[in-house]
């Protein structure tokens, strides 16, 4: 259970830094509503993202692991395509995806260096 709590707060932190630092990024200011966001982006990490990374298997081995970067940023754009408090103010859908794109960077940067310095 408190692994379960220690990754959702990652998540929470990942997902307020990329709201900061990516142009287009509109997170919700309430912390019940961004714990929600951060809990189906750990639901849609867990249960889509590997039967995705499977699927695409070839491709990713084709970029070296390149393609990853890809599937992260679907798997951003799916969490906000759910409407569940994260959204992408851009104009159009390349827009978006950009903001998607630069924001999943940041969000693996955080995730990694905060599961590094926290306990498992």
Same mark, same amino acid.
């Given at each position: 259970?408190?692994?379960?709590?220690?990754?959702?707060?990652?998540?929470?932190?990942?997902?307020?830094?990329?709201?900061?630092?990516?142009?287009?990024?509109?997170? !919700?200011?309430?912390?019940?509503? *961004?714990?929600?966001?951060?809990?189906? /982006?750990?639901?849609?990490?867990? /249960?889509?993202?590997?039967?995705?990374?499977? *699927?695409?298997?070839?491709?990713?081995?084709?970029?070296? %692991?390149?393609?990853?970067?890809?599937?992260?940023?679907?798997? *951003?754009?799916?969490? $906000?395509?759910?409407?569940?408090?994260?959204?992408?103010?851009?104009? %159009?859908?390349?827009?978006?995806?950009?903001?998607? /794109? *630069?924001? $999943?960077?940041?969000?693996?940067?955080? $995730? !990694?260096?905060? $599961?590094?310095?926290?306990?498992?």
């Amino acid at each position: 259970m408190i692994k379960i709590l220690i990754k959702i707060g990652i998540n929470m932190v990942a997902l307020l830094v990329a709201a900061a630092l990516v142009p287009n990024i509109y997170l !919700t200011d309430q912390w019940v509503q *961004l714990a929600i966001v951060a809990i189906v /982006f750990g639901l849609v990490n867990a /249960f889509v993202r590997p039967l995705v990374k499977l *699927l695409t298997l070839p491709l990713t081995i084709a970029t070296l %692991g390149l393609f990853t970067l890809v599937i992260n940023t679907l798997m *951003l754009l799916l969490v $906000s395509w759910l409407n569940v408090g994260l959204e992408f103010t851009g104009s %159009g859908m390349v827009q978006n995806s950009i903001a998607a /794109f *630069l924001a $999943s960077i940041v969000i693996t940067i955080v $995730s !990694t260096l905060l $599961s590094w310095f926290l306990p498992d």
